[in-house]
């Protein structure tokens, strides 16, 4: 009730003409059968009910879940490569990391903080994954509008 009141408030007094409102949903999808799945291959899973593109990774018995899009160029992920890699230059220098890699400018992402090899890109939002009926069902948070406030 707040909210309402504060933007009639904001609205009547000429600071505001129209208002874009929505709430965190969040979301199961189901994926493909586990059996389907090809190691370190991405797969294209999208959520029918709000067109949300997810790439969805098979890794040493693991199953990872992310936005599709890169947000360098907004290449799909899924057509990317999955692997283990050890760094050694750069922000992750001595560490290995498990990253996809982006299929246009290899641009690579750590699968576990979805953070890319270039701090000044932005990370990418991940989702969990679990294994329900022999199919891999991702949850995800999806920002629904609300048509009334």
Known sequence: ATGSILMEG???????????CTMRVTRTVTGPPVASLT??????????ETDHAIALFKHAGQYYAMDNLCPHNRAPLCDGDMEDLQFKSGPWA???????????????????????????????TRHKTVVKDDHVMIEYVYEQPVDDF
């Open 10 to 20: 904001l609205a009547g007094a000429g600071l505001m003409t129209e208002v874009a």
């Open 39 to 48: 190691e370190d291959r991405g797969e294209l899973v999208v959520d029918t």
């Open 94 to 124: 001595g560490t290995t990391k498990t990253v996809v890699v982006c299929p246009w400018h290899a641009y690579k992402w750590d699968v576990e903080s979805g953070t890319c090899q270039y701090p000044d890109i932005p990370s990418i």
